[in-house]
């Protein structure tokens, strides 16, 4: 099993930046987090859930929604065990829940997924 808890989420003015964190736990994280991938997804209000961002556990290789990509930045702690999400740039169209997500390497659906954090940015 894993366990995710995301924070970070707030209120900020377009233009502005947040970093989100998720802090990951879990035996089975524990003994494989090497075999997992982390991600970043968001979903607004009456919209569905969108892929932002996600990162190999392991080598932190990322990869990025093409919305995101150039103000966007996901990083990993591995001796936290905590993944992070630098927003700069902020838009409107930004405002949403963001989820923090795992999956195993090789799978194409993610398992565990965070409560969320609401993202608010006003115009």
């Known amino acids: 099993q894993v366990q995710l808890a995301e924070s970070g989420g707030g209120l900020v003015q377009a233009g502005g930046s947040l970093r989100l964190s998720c802090a990951a736990s879990?035996?089975?994280?524990?003994?494989?987090?090497?075999?997992?991938?982390l991600g970043w997804f968001r979903q607004a209000p009456g919209k569905d859930r969108e892929f932002i961002s996600a990162i190999t556990w392991s080598e932190g290789r990322a990869a990025y929604a093409d919305s995101v990509k150039g103000r966007f930045t996901i990083s990993r702690d591995n001796t936290k065990r905590t993944l992070y999400l630098q927003m700069n740039g902020l838009k409107p169209e930004d405002t949403a829940v963001y989820y923090c997500?795992?999956?195993?390497?090789?799978?194409?659906?993610?398992?565990?997924w965070g409560q969320g954090t609401q993202v608010t940015v006003s115009a």
């Open positions: 879990g035996r089975t994280f524990y003994n494989y987090d090497i075999n997992y991938v």
């Open positions: 997500a795992a999956k195993r390497r090789g799978e194409s659906t993610y398992d565990y």
